[in-house]
Each structure stands twice: as C-alpha cells, then as structure tokens.
C-alpha cells in the first residue's frame, strides 16, 4: 500500500513536471492593456482602441536633465537625443537641437512644392529683386553670418520659412542649442514605438533610455526625470506586483500556519496544495495551447480566482471521519463537490460570454483549473493521504462554537429586512453608481502627475486626451483634408482656444496643392533672365545663385513628392506618425496642446468641411467601458439563470435550491449595497470579485445546507467552512488594505462578501435547529 | 567676400542704450534699426514687418553683443570670459585682438581686432572664419569712408587707426 501511494505521487509529481515543461516552453505572456477591452462598436470606439497607447501623444516620453551648467546639460541632451534615434525602441527624438538640414539635401529642390510662397508668389524678377534687396541687407544686417551659408542656394530662404513652419508653435527656451525649461532642466522629447498603455514595451523603452543615458560621459553628476504615459504604466504597473508580492507572502505564509493549526499535519499541508498546482499549471497548459499570447491579468486574475479550488482539499481533509479512509470521504463528499465545482465554472463561463480577449482567457483559465483540481481532488489525493487521520470533530471549541451558531435566532422573515436594507442602501448611496474612468483605478503619486503637467506645459506637449482625426479613401485625400483645417485652426489659436497643432499637411502638401506650385516654377531660360534682370546693380558675385537656378530646374521635373518618399527623410517619422493605414482607408492624426475650449475647436473642424472631428478619447474610453459592463452584466444575467436550473437539478428540489442560492443572491447584494453606502462607485474588478465571493458563498451555503443529521458531520462541515473563510479573509482581506485602488477593489468585496456570505449561509439554512434536538 | 564682389557699406549709428541693450540704426543704404534687448533681436526695416529671433538660436551675435558690450563698459573681466585677449600698445595708440575661446563661435569668428587711441575706439574688424571680413569705422574715421573703398584698403584703413 506505501509502494502504491509512492507510485501516486511519482506519477503526479511526473504529470506536474510535464505540464510545467509546456508552460515554461510555450507560454508567451502579453502585457497589451487592449486585449483586456471588449470589441468597439463606435468609430469613436474603434479610434479609441486603435489609439490606446498608440496615439502620438501616448508613446510620448518627456524628458528631463538636471545636475551640472547649462554646457554639461546641453551636451547630455544632444548624447542622449543622438544615442536614442539609433534605437529601434524609439521613433523620434527631439530635443530642440535645431538643424538647418532638417529637409535631407536630396529633398532640398522639393522645398519649393512644400513652402506656400509660389502660391501667392510668382518667381519672378521682382519678386527676386526684392529679395535679393533683402538678402543684401541682411549681409549688412547682425544675422549675415546666420544667413550667409545658405545665400547661393536658397536666396528666396525657403528653408527658413519651412524651419519655421515645422518648429511647434510653443517650443521651450533654447540655450546652447537645446531645449531648457524655466527651472534650467534641458528637455527632451522622445516617442516610444510600442504602445503607451503596454508596460512592457514601455518598461524595455524606458530602461534603453536610462541605460543610453549613463553610458554618456559625465552622466553620472546628472538626474534625469521621466514623465508621460508609458513612464506612468511602467510605475503603476511595478507597484502594483510589488504590493501585491507582499501581500501575497504574507497570505502564504498565514495560510501555511492556518492549515497546520487546522490538521496537525505536515503531509495534509504539502498534500493538500497538489490539487490546486494542479489546476493552475493544467489552466496555464490549455490557454497556451488556446492561445497564441496570454495576458499578464489574466494569470493574475486567474491565480486569484482559482483560491476557491483550493477548498476542494479543505472539503476532504475536514470531513474525513476517524478511522475512514480518505477515498471512502471523498466518496461520500463527491456528489456535493461536484455540484460545488460545476457551479463556480458555470459562474465564470460569464467571462467567456462577455466576447472579451483577455476574459476568454481568463474563463478557459479558470474553467480548466477547477476541473483539474476538483477530479485530482477526487481521484488523486484520497490515495495518497495517510490511512488515519485525526476528526477534526473533536477540535476543542468546535462544538461549543456549533451550539452557540445554532442557538443564534433565526427567524424565517430574515432575507426580508436584510433585502430592505440592501434596496435602501443602494437607494440612497452617495455618488454615481459606476466607476467609468479606467484612470480612477490606477492612481499616480500627486508628484509625478505635478511634475508631468510642468514638463507637459514647458514643452508644449500635446495633450493626450484630446486627437483631431480625419479619414479619407487614400493617404493623398488625408493631406488634403488637413489642408483645409489648417485655417480654421490658426483661427482657433488666435481665438486662444487652441494653444498648438500639427497637421500631417503642414509637412506634406498633398500632391494636387504640389502640382499646382511646380506648375508655377519657370523654366530654366526664363529664371535665367529674370536673376539676371533681378541682379542688375547688385554687387552679389556673378554666377553665385547657379546652385540655387539648379535646384529650380530639379524641382520643375521632380516626381510629386508622396508620404512613402517622404517617410525615408529624417522628418518622415514625424509624418508617418500622424498618417496611418487603417483598413481600407487612411487616417490622419493630428495632437493638439492646449486645449482651452474643446465645443470651439469641435465646431471649428465641422465648419472645415473635410472628413474630420475632434475626438474625446476621455468620453470614447468611458462609453466603451459602460459598454462592457453591460457585456459582463448580460453574461452574469445568463450565467445565474443557467446557475438556478444546475443547482435545482442537482439538489432534486426547488426548495432546497432556494435555501443554497438565496442566501449567496442575498449576500452578492449586500456587498453592493455596503460598498455603495459608503461612496464606493462599482468598477469592473469589484464586478469581478463578486463573481468570486458568489462562487466561495456557493460552497458555503451548499455544504450547510447538506442535511447529514449527523451532529459530528455538521462540526466538521462548520470546521471546512470556517478554514476556507478563514483562509479567504486572510488572503483578500490582505489585499484590502493595499493603496492600489484595483487591489483594495477586490479584497475589499470579496472580504466583505465571504463575511456575508457566512452569515448568511448559517443563518438561512433550514436544519439547525433539528441538529440540536440530536 | 565669398557672396559679393565689391565691399557692402553701410553707415549709421551704434548705441548702448545700457545693460545688454544695443542699438544698431542703418541710414543708408536702407534705413534699418536692429536692436538687441533681452535676449531678442529685433530688426525693423522700412515698409516691412518688423522681424525678430532670439539671440540663443545666434550664439555669433551674443559674442558680438558681449564684446561691443564689456567694451564699451570697460568691463575687461567679462571680455576675458569669452576671449583671449591681446594687447598691442605704440605710444598713445593700441590694439585689442579677441580671439573666441567657444570653438563653436571660433567656427564662425575667427577674430575681432579692435583699434584705438587714447581712450576712444577708432575701429573694429571682424574676421570670419571663411575669410570674409566686415569693418566698423567708428567716430570720425567713418567720415573718411571712401567713395569707391576695396577689401585692401579699408583693412589697411582700419589698422593705420593704431
């Protein structure tokens, strides 16, 4: 009998090690916030999806150096910009250091297609005598040295007014060539090529950027700041497993003292956590088989969710009796167990229904650990437990504890004033009722969002809740698009409503408004005429200008310049950034700063006539999240419908399922309305959490309300609860008290809840008083 | 002369209006004002909007601005800040050479010479780097400004000052 429950464990040991083998191999574990969303159904909704961290304003990182004179921070910021534009991590890296030679000398000739001046402006001999009058005095002028350099080839300084045009209409102070903000930090603006709201992408950006920065010479005197989006999911992101990493070694280690108090004995305790490893690495196992990406919430969520199998153990160590064989208990227990199982999986199938990526998985998870804990629990473990064990029957204080539950009244009207209370409760509950803003969950230090508003206005960065979006069929119909906004913009600027904007046509006319100007270009003959007629009188040295008559000519017989041509200059990524495919359309994003009147500037982009709108991505985000709410609540409808018909089904009896499942209904509602009553809006992780309570106050009140007319049965049943409450609290009870919003949701409701549920359990159930006439 | 054939000349006015503040008024050829305050220059032309950039995105013009500044303020500790300075003297006459010490500046600057006698600065040169050069004849010399003046001889013009 040794050698067979040896041969057992082996076995299981051996099935463990094979499962753990394929999760460590296949397991890929994403960390993209949007596969936890539902599926938008609004345009708005889609942008919004699309645009969750991959907007221009949400890869966004800013940047700031501090330490050493404006010298050393001016060659820390150029090191620095010069070290990122060399990562793949990094699409674009400004930092003010202002160059000329922006447009790439091949480009140079198109400046005449992509500067505005030939359309009111003809090249002619007195618009060229004029400005080489002009050029003249500024020879003469303190700026002739600035300007000298570029005379022969661009006499017409086209490449200034396009540097100007490109520079962002509120740019920080520039001291030794790059930006400085006003406490005398250089700043530096850097754009992830990884989503904003992906913590990991975001959390290997920000760690080549630290690194880049101390691989410079004399960094080490420096501080360097990070703000933005991603820096902001990376610091919500580690606090968040940091606390919940104590949390949960606090949890284990309470559990651990918890079961051996409970068992006095070791072998119990090593034994009893088989199952549940089970059901993690098998629920682990299918979802990479299922899935090619697991998100990092769902192991996260699914380990929280699974702590109900683990009163599966708890359930066959409880109830065995002395002398009985643990694989007799597990008979005896069976039918209840699993009613007790079918049922939470029937609870968490509502996550499968919800239609939601990061759910699915989580269902699948969840779904196939109970089933793996529940039959290793059944078929397994009674064969390797120790042939005697102790009943925990006889625990001292047990059985004073049972009679005193028992002679606590319990008057058959009880679920009506507690129902009253908990309608009156979330009648008049303080606040709205729904959590909409995702970004309540996930709070930042005060100083960090502080320190990101001073960089955000000293750099002018845009803002990131709003997005000007204009579609159209192709990319050329975008730039078109967005030339008709640009006016209407510089009103709203000018109206002050507006602080800055980009527009995709502001560097690439599109091709018709490019055709146009080359049209405008004269031939090489008449240019030649007009310099020369334009020249007359002027000391400036013959045959100077032949660069720039040069330059004419190209741009006369250049192909039209087009967004893929463009791209492959340094400003393309600026362009590609702000211009993306989607579908079987184009979309053009444009970031605004400062936006001061948002209906305005709303009603101004209408006004332009093109394809575009403002878009609200604070507004989409809450629509969206209302709308899945409403998903996870349709699901949670379905599920406890198909929960009532299981639970009659397997008790044979309407009554007997009214005494399992009213006290859960009644306890899911108070926990509600508590929270409610005290200003808590309900967010999707109380949602969550409830689901979990309703499925641990499942068990309870099924096992309480087993009729074993057995005073001994119903001690131990009382002694399997109290551990698995016991345990719950420890562990969520725990997480309570955590500073994160998103954890404190949860050990907050399903701490209350397993409480509730209890109570309520005990108190409603039909026989205690026929236990004490035994 | 990299860009013209013949030497540019224009005559007006040099103020220091006090602090950091300079004012350079053009008469002929144009009339032009271009000044130099709080970091901004501002250059104002006859008929046309009035232009003005900051005089960080001009590190060559700060340079000026510092020399025209410290010299005229008699300030020889602020004037050894941005250069090497050396004193020729010859009896009553003398001549100020500054060399840049920012290598970025020296790029664009390669000197400024600087001619005087007694107290009064008579003349300033400033070499470019790219061998182009401008010359300000100050106070009475500039009414000795030729008619028709070459390269050679304004140069030689400026330094018979010392």
């Given at each position: 009998m040794k050698g067979a429950r040896l041969g057992i464990l082996v076995a299981w040991l051996a099935a463990l090690a094979a499962l753990g083998a394929i999760v460590a191999t296949q397991l890929k574990v994403g960390?993209?916030?949007?596969?936890?969303?539902p599926a938008p159904t609004t345009p708005d909704q889609k942008l919004l999806m699309d645009q969750v961290g991959e907007g221009p304003g949400s890869r966004l990182l800013l940047v700031a150096i501090d330490g050493g004179d404006d010298a050393a921070k001016a060659a820390l910021s150029r090191g620095l910009a010069a070290a990122l534009r060399k990562e793949?991590?990094?699409?674009q890296v400004v930092?003010?250091?202002?160059?000329?030679?922006?447009?790439d000398t091949r480009l140079m000739p198109y400046r005449f297609l992509l500067s505005p001046t030939l359309d009111t402006q003809a090249l002619d001999e007195d618009y060229l005598a004029d400005q080489l009058q002009q050029r003249l005095d500024d020879l003469g002028s303190p700026a002739a040295t600035l300007l000298k350099g570029l005379l022969p080839r661009d006499p017409t300084l086209e490449t200034l007014k396009l540097a100007e045009r490109w520079t962002p209409a509120r740019s920080p102070e520039v001291r030794e060539g790059v930006w400085f903000s006003s406490r005398g930090e250089a700043l530096l603006l850097a754009q992830t090529?990884?989503?904003?709201?992906d913590p990991g992408a975001q959390d290997e950006a920000i760690g080549r950027l630290r690194a880049a920065f101390a691989a410079?010479?004399?960094?080490?005197g420096s501080h360097l700041t990070i703000s933005g989006p991603g820096y902001f999911t990376v610091v919500v992101n580690a606090q968040t497993r940091d606390q919940a990493d104590w949390i949960g070694r606090i949890s284990t280690i309470g559990f651990i003292v918890l079961m051996l108090a409970a068992y006095r004995s070791v072998s119990s305790l090593l034994f009893g956590a088989l199952p549940v490893a089970t059901g993690a690495l098998a629920g682990i196992a299918v979802m990479t088989l299922c899935f090619s990406e697991v998100h990092g919430i769902t192991l996260a969520f699914g380990f929280t969710l699974l702590g109900?199998?683990?009163e599966y153990p708890i359930r066959l160590l409880s109830h065995r009796r002395a002398g009985e064989s643990a694989v007799a208990s597990v008979k005896g227990l069976w039918p209840l167990l699993l009613t007790a199982i079918a049922s939470a999986c029937i609870a968490y199938l509502a996550f499968y229904a919800s239609g939601v990526g990061g759910l699915k998985q989580l269902a699948v998870f969840t779904i196939t650990g109970l089933l793996a804990a529940g039959f290793t629990t059944r078929y397994a473990l009674p064969y390797l437990l120790p042939e005697r064990a102790r009943?925990?029957?006889?625990?001292?204080g047990l059985a004073r504890f049972r009679g005193w539950l028992d002679a606590l009244p319990r008057p058959r009207w009880l679920p009506i004033p507690v129902a009253a209370a908990a309608v009156a409760m979330l009648a008049f509950a303080?606040?709205?009722?729904?959590?909409?803003?995702?970004s309540a969950l996930t709070p930042l230090p005060r100083d960090l969002l502080m320190t990101d508003a001073r960089l955000r206005g000293e750099l002018g960065a845009p803002d990131v809740r709003y997005l000007l979006v204009v579609q159209a069929p192709t990319a050329d119909g975008v730039l078109a698009a967005s030339a008709k906004l640009e006016p209407r913009l510089r009103e709203q600027v000018a109206a002050k409503t507006l602080d800055g904007f980009e527009l995709p046509s502001i560097y690439l006319p599109d091709l018709a408004t490019q055709r146009a100007r080359q049209a405008k270009l004269p031939d090489r003959a008449t240019l030649d005429a007009a310099l020369d007629g334009a020249l007359d009188g002027m000391p400036f040295r013959k045959d100077l200008f032949a660069p720039f008559v040069d330059d004419v000519e190209t741009a006369r017989g250049a192909p039209l310049l087009t967004p893929d041509v463009f791209a492959?200059?340094?400003?393309?990524q600026r362009l590609a950034a702000m211009l993306v495919p989607r579908g079987d359309h184009w979309v053009g994003l444009s970031a605004l700063s400062g936006v001061h009147d948002a209906s305005a500037i709303a009603a101004a982009v209408a006004s332009a006539g093109a394809n575009a709108r403002l878009l609200d991505l604070k507004d989409a985000s809450e629509s969206l999240v209302a709308e899945y709410r409403t998903r996870i609540l349709h699901a949670l409808l379905a599920a406890t419908l198909l929960l009532l018909v299981t639970i009659t089904l397997a008790l044979r009896s309407v009554r007997r399922a009214w005494h399992v499942l009213a006290p859960m209904t009644l306890a899911t509602f108070l926990v509600l309305a508590v929270e409610r009553v005290v200003g808590i809006p309900i967010s999707l992780f109380h949602l969550v959490a409830l689901i979990l309570a309703a499925g641990l106050g499942l068990h309870y009140a099924l096992f309480f309300e087993r009729?074993?007319?057995d005073p001994a049965e119903q001690r131990r049943t009382l002694h399997a609860t109290v551990v698995c409450v016991i345990s719950a609290l420890l562990v969520f009870g725990m997480l309570a008290?955590?500073?994160i919003p998103v954890l404190r949701a949860i050990g907050l409701t399903v701490s209350l809840g397993v409480a509730f549920h209890f109570c309520l359990s005990i108190l409603m159930a039909p026989h205690a008083r026929q236990d004490r006439l035994h | 002369m990299r860009v013209l054939d013949k030497p540019l000349v224009v005559s007006g006015e040099l103020a220091?209006?006090?602090?950091d503040r300079l004012e350079r008024r053009v008469d002929t050829p144009m009339k032009e004002t271009s000044t130099i305050a709080d970091g901004e220059v501002t250059q104002e032309r006859e008929g046309k909007k009035p232009r003005s950039f900051s005089l960080k995105r001009a590190p060559q013009l700060k340079v000026l601005l510092d020399s025209f500044v410290a010299l005229l303020a008699g300030d020889p500790s602020r004037l050894g800040e941005s250069f090497e300075i050396a004193l020729g003297r010859d009896a009553d006459r003398w001549q100020l050479t500054l060399t840049p010490r920012d290598p970025r500046i020296a790029k664009q600057i390669a000197a400024i010479h600087v001619y005087g006698s007694g107290k009064v600065p008579r003349c300033m040169r400033m070499d470019e780097s790219d061998g182009d050069t401008s010359i300000d004849l100050l106070?009475?010399?500039?009414?000795?400004?030729?008619?028709?003046?070459?390269r050679e001889g304004l140069i030689a013009q400026c330094g018979g000052a010392m």
């Open positions: 960390t993209d916030l949007r596969s936890f969303m793949a991590a990094f699409t930092n003010g250091d202002f160059d000329l030679g922006m447009l090529r990884g989503a904003g709201f410079l010479p004399d960094s080490a109900v199998a683990q009943d925990v029957a006889d625990t001292p303080p606040g709205p009722f729904w959590q909409n803003d995702l492959r200059s340094p400003l393309g009729d074993t007319g008290w955590s500073s | 220091w209006l006090g602090g106070g009475e010399l500039a009414t000795k400004m030729p008619a028709e003046p070459t």
